[in-house]
C-alpha cells in the first residue's frame, strides 16, 4: 500500500475490559489494606480481572472491533496490527492471534514490549509507518492482563494493578497531519525499578549443559523510585513536545496520562500548570491496565462527548524499562 508523504488522522478507538470487579474492600480481606488507604494514595477504587475463559486476544479483539466500526472502515482495510502488551496469551506474541479474530486477512500484526509506555511507542511506531507511505490503516492495542502476574500477596503493589485493552486505528491522510509531535525515552539504568523477571532451575541434559527450565514470576517493584521518576519526567517529556508543536498549556484540551496514581496525574498537571479538570481519568474504576490504560481512558471520554473532533490531545505513558514518552495529537 503506497500512500507517500501522508498525515495521520485518529479515526477509531475502542476498548474492552473483564467483567469481573475487584474492589478495595475486595483487596482489604486479602492482605492487610483499607479502602481508605488506597483510595487516598491511588485514587482507586476497583479494577477489572480477567477470568479463566477472559483472554488478553479476546478483550483485545473486542476493544479493535470496537475502534474499527467507529473508523468506519473493515478489518480487511487494515494493513497493520501493532499489539503493545508484556502480558500476551502467547509468549511468542498474541497480535497474529487477534489479527485472526478479528479477520484482518490483509495485516501483517507483531506485539511490542515497553510496558506501560507500550501504547504510546506503538502509537509512535504506527506514525513512522504511515508517514513512509508503507501502510494506511494501521490499527494500535494496548492490552494487558498483568493479575496474572502481580504478587497477590504483596499490598505494596497487588492493589494497583486492573486488567483491559483499548485499540485506536491511526490513518493516512492527504489533509493536515494530526500527530503534533512525540517523543520516546529510556534508561536502562533504573531496570531494577520495576520487573516481572524470568526464575529458573538447572535442568541437566547432557553432560556439561543445562537448560534454564522457569518461569516469569510476580511483579517486583520499587513504588518511591517510579513514582519520582513518572513525576519528573513525565512533565519534561510533555513539554519538550509541546515546545516542537508549538503549544503552550492552554492549548491543550485534554491530558490523557499512564493511569499509575491519581496522585502522579495531579502533580504532571500542577507542574505543567494544566488545570486538574483536563486530566482524562478513569483510575478509580480499573486502576492500573498498563498499556490498555491510556486507550481505555480514551475511549471512555470520546464515547461520552468529552472529546470532540479537533480536540488537542497531550498525551504520555511511562513505566517499567524505565520507559516513558509523549505524543501530542488532535482527536478526529
Ligand atoms: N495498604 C496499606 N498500607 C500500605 C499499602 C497498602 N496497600 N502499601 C504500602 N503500605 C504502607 C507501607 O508499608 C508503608 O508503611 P510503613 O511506613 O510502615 O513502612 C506506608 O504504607 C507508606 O508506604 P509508601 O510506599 O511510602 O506509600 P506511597 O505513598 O509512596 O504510595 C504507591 C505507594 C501507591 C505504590 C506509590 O509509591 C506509587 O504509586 N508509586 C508508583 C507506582 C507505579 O506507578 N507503578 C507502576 C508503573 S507502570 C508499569 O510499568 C507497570
Redesign the pocket.
Known sequence: MNNMGAGIAITGCGSAAPEAVLTNDH?AQM????DE??NT??GMSNRHIASATESLSQLSAVAAQNAIAMAGITATDIDLIILAT?TPDDLFGSACKIQGLIGATNAVAFDLGA???GFIFALITASGFIRAGVYKNVLIIGADI?SRWVDWSD???????GDGAGAMVCQGTSQDDRLLSFGMYSNGSQNDS?NLNYYSQSKPLVENITAQYGSYKP?T?N??E??RF?VAKVPEAISKAMFQANLTADDIDWLLL?Q??Q??MDAVAKRLKIPTEKILSNIAEYG?T?AASIPLALDAAVRDGRVQPGHTIAASG????LTWGAAIFKWG
Do not use: E, Q
Not at 499490598?155 to 494493578?161: E, K, M, N, T, W
Open positions: 483487596l492482605v492487610a489494606t483499607s488507604w488506597i494514595r491511588t508484556s510496558a506501560c509506555s498483568l499490598r505494596s503493589s497487588c492493589v494497583l494493578f520495576l511483579i517493584m513504588g518511591k517510579v513514582y513518572a499512564h499509575a496514581n496522585r502522579i492500573n498498563s511511562f513505566g517499567a524499562g
